[in-house]
């Protein structure tokens, strides 16, 4: 697919390997509506459209990466903007009791959108890890 615009930039097959359909490279491009709480050239932090707890914030590159492992390996860098991005969403937040990070990852972990994401959940005591 031709890149359209400035606004399609992130969504080139030339820059990204990926078609547009992908949600998130949509919601990054603003094609898709979020609730944005934090953005860098690089990276956006949008609320999750069905929080597990009273935060619940996805952290994104906006460029395509499927998973943390792609992520980490073709641009570490990136993934540091990431990590620095959801220390800022955790302290814009009022997380000082504290929050979890996770970034489920391939099939076993039910990621469900193939675009890197982190999800940051706090506002309340998180309980155990896992339910199970
Ligand atoms: P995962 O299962 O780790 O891939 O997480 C995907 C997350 O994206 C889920 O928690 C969904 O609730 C969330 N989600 C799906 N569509 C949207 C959307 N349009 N805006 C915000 N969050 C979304
Ligand atoms: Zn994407």
């Known amino acids: 697919m031709p ?10 097959v030339e820059f990204s390997g990926v078609t547009n359909d ?3 490279c949509r919601i990054a491009a603003g094609e898709i ?3 944005v709480v934090h953005e860098t050239d690089t990276t956006l932090a949008f609320r999750d459209i069905g929080p597990k707890a009273p ?3 996805l952290v994104i590159p906006k460029a395509h990466h499927a998973d943390v492992a792609a ?5 570490p860098a990136l993934a540091g903007e990431v990590l620095a991005a959801i220390a800022a969403v955790a302290k814009a937040e009022g997380l000082e009791d504290g929050y979890r990070v996770i970034f489920n990852s391939g099939p076993h972990s039910g990621q469900e959108v193939a675009h890197v994401h982190a999800h940051v959940l706090g506002g309340r005591p998180l309980g155990p890890m896992l339910a199970g």
């Not at 890149?3 to 080139?12: K, N, R, Y």
């Not at 992520?71 to 641009?75: D, G, I, M, S, W």
Request: charged content about 10%.
């Open 22 to 24: 992908c949600l998130f």
């Open 71 to 75: 992520l980490a390996e073709a641009a």
């Open 3 to 12: 890149c359209d615009g400035p606004a399609a930039v992130p969504l080139c």
């Open 55 to 57: 935060v619940h914030v």
């Open 33 to 35: 509506p979020a609730t």
